[in-house]
Antibody
Framework: EVRLVESGGGLVQPGRSLRLSCAAS????????MHWVRQAPGKGLEWVSG????????VYADSVRGRFTISRDNAKNSLYLQMHSLTTEDTALYFC???????????????WGQGTLVIVSS | DIQMTQSPPSLSASLGDRVTITCRAS??????LNWYQQKPGKGPTLLIY???TLQTGVPSRFSGSRSGTEFTLTISDLQPEDFASYYC?????????FGGGTKVEVK
């Protein structure tokens, strides 16, 4: 059974940093691209960032490029999102998601975690 | 960036109804269109990918189609578990983008 468990969310002041983690199990982690998708309270889904299986390629939404960094540790079956210079606009539930196909940039989300909530407020 | 315009934002329907949700892309995305279902407090689940391919385990009352840059999700014979929010997403090019969502509510 595929499991994705996010952690690291919380209340943070504007301008500060936070690091999110996603622990993956139930599949061969280093065979799949992974993504972060967020959802502001009461709003729709927004893709944030993606990373391919070997970390060679990383892509970002315009809204986070230069502030957020995606990374992965295949030895630990873990995905990360380092977030800097946070603003109130970054307040959201952050989901970790697994791509659909083995070693292919399918760019769609087969499995999702339950999310970790980030609240940016003074 | 490719904009995805989804309609309607919400709809009311009854059990057994046929429901149609539309998503229009701002430019050609070929068949790279996917649909997700989300229930309150949960992460989304993949329903359909590549316009019309049902994800494993998804009931056959769900179907997807395309006409140019307009894509349609159809739910025939609406069931109690289908009351949820639905999102389209283009996987043609980064940045990956979603439609604004459609909430299917009980009439």
């Amino acid at each position: 059974e595929v499991r994705l468990v996010e952690s690291g969310g919380g209340l943070v002041q504007p301008g500060r940093s936070l690091r999110l983690s996603c622990a993956a199990s139930g599949f061969t982690f280093d065979d799949y691209a992974m993504h972060w998708v967020r959802q502001a309270p009461g709003k729709g889904l927004e893709w944030v960032s993606g990373i391919i299986w070997n970390s060679v390629e990383k892509v970002y939404a315009d809204s986070v490029r230069g502030r957020f960094t995606i990374s992965r540790d295949n030895a630990k079956n873990s995905l990360y999102l380092q977030m800097h210079s946070l603003t109130t606009e970054d307040t959201a539930l952050y989901f970790c998601a697994k791509d659909l196909k083995v070693r292919t940039k399918a760019r769609l989300f087969e499995y999702w975690g339950q999310g970790t909530l980030v609240i940016v407020s003074s | 960036d490719i904009q995805m315009t989804q309609s309607p934002p919400s709809l009311s329907a009854s059990l057994g109804d046929r429901v149609t949700i539309t998503c229009r892309a701002s430019q050609t995305i070929s068949t790279h269109l996917n649909w997700y279902q989300q229930k309150p407090g949960k992460g989304p689940t993949l329903l359909i990918y590549a316009t019309s391919t049902l994800q494993t385990g998804v009931p056959s009352r769900f179907s997807g189609s395309r006409s140019g840059t307009e894509f349609t999700l159809t739910i025939s014979d609406l069931q109690p578990e289908d009351f949820a929010s639905y999102y389209c997403q283009q996987s043609f090019s980064a940045p990956l983008t979603f439609g604004g969502g459609t909430k299917v509510e009980v009439k």
